[in-house]
């Protein structure tokens, strides 16, 4: 009797284990791969990409020189560009962008191409990292057109 009992939670158990294996995983569980692109020598994206893979993103880097041919490549709108681009799922991250807006972005999914920490704000993740720093993230494409803010910093 005892050996049925164990068979039947064996049973049980497995059943448990491969329907937790099938259920998806939210947004902020998944690893998601992120392509940085940036000029060779700037050090301030390559601290951005390294705080971006502590946040738990899978990172590539590529160094391109061409700058400009990047940030058009990727329908970025000149006011809004910044030093580096990278590519996360179906949106394009211009810059500075601090961890929690890409993770608004990528669990609230919005109908835009994209968001972005214009120029090099100081304090921002890889700009000195300053919790207190005050800037704007702005959405652009889609329903955000050239630009609206999408998430505050600092405030």
């Known amino acids: 009797m005892k050996a049925l009992n164990l068979h039947a939670a064996l049973a049980a158990t497995l059943i448990l284990v491969s329907v937790s294996l099938s259920l998806p995983v939210s947004a902020q569980e998944q690893v998601h791969a992120m392509t940085v692109t940036k000029t060779p020598t700037c050090g ?38 910044s030093c580096h681009s990278a590519r996360v799922g179906d949106y394009i991250v211009e810059g500075h962008v601090p961890m929690q807006a890409i993770d608004k972005l990528l669990s609230e999914k919005p109908d835009i191409a994209g968001i972005s920490v214009p120029g090099m704000p100081e304090g921002s993740p890889g700009m000195g990292d300053d919790p207190a720093a005050i800037f704007d993230v702005i959405a652009f494409g889609g329903d955000a057109g050239d630009g609206k803010v999408f998430y505050s910093a600092g405030q």
């Open 44 to 81: 301030c994206c390559t601290a951005w990409a390294e705080i971006a893979e502590k946040h738990g993103f899978d990172i590539t880097l590529i160094d391109d020189r061409d700058y400009v041919g990047t940030k058009r490549e990727h329908d970025v709108p000149e006011q809004l560009w």
